[in-house]
Nanobody, 116 residues
């Protein structure tokens, strides 16, 4: 099993920055890709950014140029640097790990609120 723990959410003004962290523990050898998803009130959960074990990165169009995903394999951690935050970025952000045999692990989520 893999356990994921997120941190770094909070309240920030529009235009501000936050850095989210997701630390993985357990059977980390089974992790392929890792990513960040978000879910705003009344909306479905959506992929924000993902990075594979080989370093291939994908972003949702709305965050391109503002968000950066990175992975520190030695620390079993994935980060999401979020700059130029907008009110529409407000959501609960979840870390996800794609494991061997099609299994998936999720973190508990961290709230990001962008408001003046």
């Amino acid at each position: 099993q893999v356990q994921l723990v997120e941190s770094g959410g909070g309240l920030v003004q529009p235009g501000g920055s936050l850095r989210l962290s997701c630390a993985a523990s357990g059977s980390i050898f089974s992790i392929n890709a890792m990513g960040w998803y978000r879910q705003a009130p009344g909306k479905e959960r959506e992929l924000v950014a993902a990075i594979t074990s080989g370093g291939v990165i994908n972003y949702i169009d709305s965050v391109k140029g503002r968000f950066t995903i990175s992975r520190a394999n030695a620390k079993n951690t994935v980060y999401l640097q979020m700059n130029s935050l907008k009110p529409e970025d407000t959501a609960v952000y979840y870390c996800r790990a794609d494991l061997l045999l099609g299994r998936v692990a999720w973190g508990q989520g961290t709230q990001v609120t962008v408001s003046s």
